[in-house]
């Protein structure tokens, strides 16, 4: 199951400005997410391998913003700005039990182990030669930010120049919760890269 929404409110002070702004959210759940895989020889030979799902919830939240102003024919500004938190739990771990089909072996809590410390899970799933599983928790707490600037000057018709600005900021920290506040802190701290760029378009001739 997958829902999302959007609400966009435009605004225009005045002729030479517009802008737009707007929240959006989206809800996703899954009864089976793939998580990771081992072979094993020991099982079937059409299956062959340990293949590890999981229930699954996303919530992912974003702020959208444009914002076009016009201070002459010839000069423009436009930015685009959008900040995103998107969180995802896995929980309920399970491996496929035969193949070409949706029947699943849940791991009971004896047979999974937790280790916060080093974010991984073992697993023990009771059949086959591979042994126990490990993998890395699969949560994630992923938010960004990306911002767009572009200053457009047509010096003389047909002839413009163009100078941008582009800013990009990317944390993962704390996958295993969610709190909005702190999520929007870690982002801001986070390193940014930016990028400036100028290009000129000269019209020749008449």
Do not use: C
């Amino acid at each position: 199951r997958q829902w999302e929404g959007e609400a966009v409110a435009e605004l225009r002070p005045s002729s030479a400005l517009s802008v737009a702004i707007g929240p959006s959210l989206m809800k996703a759940s899954r009864v089976a997410q793939w998580v990771t895989s081992q072979g094993d020889a020991a099982l079937a030979s059409d299956l062959a391998g340990h293949y590890v799902f999981s229930g699954f919830e996303q919530t992912e939240v974003a702020l959208t913003a444009r914002v076009n102003w016009i201070f002459s024919p010839r000069l423009s500004l436009q930015l685009y700005a959008q900040p995103l938190v998107s969180q995802g739990a896995y929980s309920g771990f399970k491996e496929l039990l035969r193949a070409r089909s949706f029947d699943f072996l849940a791991y009971g809590p004896e047979q999974i182990a937790d280790a916060p410390v080093a974010d991984a899970y073992t697993v023990d799933p009771g059949r086959g030669e591979a042994g126990p599983l490990t993998f890395e928790n699969p949560d994630f707490n992923f938010k960004s930010l990306r911002l767009n600037t572009v200053l457009r000057w047509e010096w003389r018709p047909g002839s413009a120049l163009y100078a941008v600005w582009t800013q990009a900021r990317e944390n993962s920290a704390n996958p295993r919760g969610s709190d909005l506040g702190r999520d929007l802190d870690d982002l801001f701290a986070s390193p940014s890269t930016n990028v400036f760029e100028i290009k000129a378009t000269v019209r020749l001739g008449d």
